[in-house]
């Protein structure tokens, strides 16, 4: 490597040191707001059931978390979900917005508004990377990135009977600072 190589190496690894001495882990730009990660399950109920055709269904999941609020400190946390797809089947879904309020066990609570999502399905998996912003309480403003993974749970075949009832998911959700 060149002198000049070296320079430049050697002056990009002080930059990045730097930032991370001046600005303490959760502080860098969140004006004191630290990043809460959390993470747990839930079990959702459709109204009415998914069944092979396309129609408006109302979802509600109940979800139990662990979150990290700040370096070293977990505390439980409840979660509640809702949202309505327009047009929703044992195949596919439309829309996975919703809103999701989050209760902590020291008190606090988020109002999470999720408004974009990608939804893919493999191996029987249906998977949703789902983004918004709080709009009240703990981290007010920030951006959110939940992520649930549904493996299948009920027979095919209740689909052309009585219907998918719900779904158990594995859910990680992270309030950005």
Not at 97 to 124: K, N
Request: glycine letters at 10%.
């Amino acid at each position: 490597m060149s002198r000049r190589g070296t320079t430049v190496t050697l002056g990009s690894l002080a930059l990045m040191v730097l930032s991370l001495v001046w600005a303490p882990a959760g502080q860098a730009g969140t004006g004191g707001y630290e990043a809460v990660t959390c993470t747990g399950n839930s079990h959702s109920r459709y109204e009415p059931p998914l069944t092979l055709a396309p129609r408006e269904t109302r979802n509600h999941a109940d979800v139990r978390y662990t979150c990290t609020t700040a370096p070293g400190r977990t505390t439980p946390a409840t979660g509640s979900w809702d949202s309505v797809a327009p047009a929703a089947s044992c195949f596919s879904l439309s829309s996975a917005s919703g809103t999701e309020t989050v209760r902590y066990a020291d008190g606090g609570r988020s109002v999470i508004v999720i408004d974009d999502a990608t939804i893919a399905r493999a191996a029987g998996v249906l998977s949703a990377v789902q983004s918004g912003r709080v709009t009240e309480g703990r981290g007010k403003g920030h951006f959110v990135r939940r992520t649930v993974a549904s493996p299948p749970r009920q027979l095919p075949t209740d689909c052309l009977a009585s219907g998918l009832q719900g779904t158990r998911s594995a859910v990680q959700l992270e309030i950005l600072p």
